[in-house]
């Protein structure tokens, strides 16, 4: 896996549904506002790749505007979990914003059983497909 780049694989949810997951911004940060507050969100790129390494991630979501270093970082763990992941339609700022966290927030990770399902019901609500394999949970 030297200097091979990592732009999109087969890790990554909803490619084809950044509008969907535009209208349904609001439920999924809230959402992962919920999980935050229960102790199952890991946030930012350190802890993220450390509940990817302790296989604690669940699903990892990252803001649209992450710097490219760490988003080579993180797709580059990803892909050797074969964690899932979904790249919100949203800033950094409006991430961090949305969690309570001031400054930036590159990435958050789920780490307790059941909160994907609830951004997986919101997508399904939207009628949207989960992934290449239409799976409908995370393994």
Same mark, same amino acid.
Do not use: W
């Given at each position: 896996m030297k200097n091979?780049?990592?732009?999109v694989?087969?890790?990554?949810l909803?490619?084809?549904?950044q509008e969907?997951?535009?209208?349904?911004?609001e439920?999924?940060?809230?959402?992962?506002?919920?999980?935050?507050?229960a102790g199952?969100l890991?946030?930012g790129?350190e802890?993220v790749?450390?509940?990817?390494a302790r296989?604690?991630?669940?699903?990892?979501f990252?803001?649209?505007?992450?710097? +490219?270093?760490s988003? =080579? @970082?993180?797709?580059? *763990?990803?892909? $050797?979990?074969e964690?899932k992941?979904?790249i919100?339609p949203c800033s950094?700022?409006?991430?961090a914003?949305r969690?309570?966290?001031?400054?930036?927030?590159?990435?958050?990770?789920?780490? +307790?059983?059941g909160f =994907? @399902?609830?951004i997986? *019901?919101?997508? $399904?609500?939207?009628?949207?497909v989960k992934s290449k394999?239409?799976?409908t949970?995370v393994q």
């Amino acid at each position: 896996m030297k200097n091979e780049k990592i732009t999109v694989s087969e890790n990554l949810l909803y490619s084809d549904a950044q509008e969907k997951l535009k209208k349904n911004l609001e439920r999924i940060l809230g959402a992962l506002g919920l999980a935050m507050n229960a102790g199952g969100l890991a946030v930012g790129s350190e802890s993220v790749c450390m509940a990817i390494a302790r296989k604690k991630a669940r699903i990892v979501f990252l803001a649209e505007n992450i710097s +490219k270093n760490s988003k =080579e @970082k993180l797709l580059s *763990k990803l892909y $050797a979990s074969e964690t899932k992941y979904i790249i919100l339609p949203c800033s950094m700022e409006m991430l961090a914003k949305r969690l309570g966290k001031s400054g930036l927030t590159s990435s958050a990770a789920l780490t +307790k059983p059941g909160f =994907e @399902k609830i951004i997986f *019901k919101y997508m $399904a609500d939207a009628d949207t497909v989960k992934s290449k394999d239409h799976t409908t949970e995370v393994q």
